[in-house]
């Protein structure tokens, strides 16, 4: 990411870079040598070049060459670990080099750039791209983050009635959601309904079930397959039904979206109805069958 000559990462401050230019063929020791030959004595013995180098308060110079035309070019690089002051003396010193090897040439610094600035900018884009990522893929939305603590405290609203699965408005509301089980009676918590209570699947019906059914207005609301059939034949015998409601053909009420299961509730039919419907539908069979007979 960053130049670092022999100097250590954590030691640099500053990057002098200066373009060169010979009249002539020269090589990487021929610049190398310029700069250290014709800037000795120049500062003084403090900022001598092959001093600070030994003492590693600058780095190890390094030259980028090309050749063009007869002539060469090339960049120059210097770390250094001297202060700011220090470091653009040694960046005007190996301005006043005129010669490299046998050629005439020209140096000239282009810039002296803060390494700690450069690693800042860097460090001020790496946590912009991180945050960036870190919002699209791991921060849910307000609304989502809201939906599960919704979620989180209706499930955790779910209570007994003499021991089954109901929600905290079965004793209160005058009407009342016959499910199937427990995790059903979480579904409809989950999505706001609290007068829900779980009868237990096909199994002989509880008696509390058939005691609500004689005191409140009661919707069954059953799963879409040939099990939930069997029990809304077996409630229809032994309790008060007022409602019926079915998910899909197919589905079960724990599996169904929000949406789907108040399209379920507002589709509800009354148990008069269905059972008149039910009695058509087996007449309806019956005659198909007598035809069939017949017709042999």
């Known amino acids: 990411m960053f130049f670092m000559g022999k100097l250590a990462q954590s030691t640099i401050k500053y ?28 500062l003084g013995q403090d ?6 180098q030994k003492t590693g308060r600058i780095g190890r110079i390094e030259v980028n060459v090309k050749e063009e035309r007869g002539k060469t070019k090339g960049v120059i690089l210097i770390p ?16 006043t080099i005129e010669r490299i090897g046998p050629c005439d040439s020209e140096i000239r610094v282009k810039s002296v750039k803060d390494i700690r600035s450069l690693k800042r900018d860097y460090v001020v884009k790496r946590a912009k791209e991180i945050l960036e990522k870190m919002l699209d893929e791991e921060l ?5 983050l809201a939906e599960k603590i919704k979620t989180s405290v209706r499930a955790a609203e779910i209570t007994s009635y003499e021991g089954l699965p109901a929600g905290p408005d079965v004793t209160r509301s005058d009407e009342v959601i016959f499910v199937e089980g427990r995790a059903d009676v979480l579904k409809l918590l989950k999505n706001g309904i609290k007068n829900v209570i779980a009868i237990g699947g096909a199994t002989a019906l509880p008696e509390p079930i058939i005691k609500l059914s004689k005191e409140k207005t009661v919707t069954v609301f059953l799963d879409g397959d040939r099990g939930g059939e069997l029990i809304l034949k077996e409630l229809l015998h032994m ?24 399209k379920a509730l507002r589709d509800k039919i009354s148990a008069e109805e269905y059972i008149q419907t039910s009695k058509f539908k087996s007449r309806r069979k019956k005659t198909i069958k007598e035809e069939k007979i017949m017709e042999r």
Not at 16 to 27: D, Y
Not at 47 to 52: A, G, Q, T, V
Request: no cysteine.
């Open 239 to 262: 309790a008060n039904i007022d409602f019926i409601a079915r998910a899909p053909e197919g589905k079960e009420v724990e599996e169904l979206t929000k949406k789907e299961i108040f």
């Open 15 to 42: 990057l002098i870079e200066a373009n060169f230019t010979a009249n002539g063929i020269v090589e990487k020791p021929d610049i190398i040598g310029a700069i250290f030959g014709q800037t000795e004595g120049l």
């Open 140 to 144: 849910p939305e307000t609304s989502e």
């Open 80 to 95: 250094s670990s001297l202060d700011a002051s220090e470091t653009v003396l040694i960046a005007a010193a190996i301005e």
């Open 47 to 52: 900022l001598d070049l092959r001093e600070l």
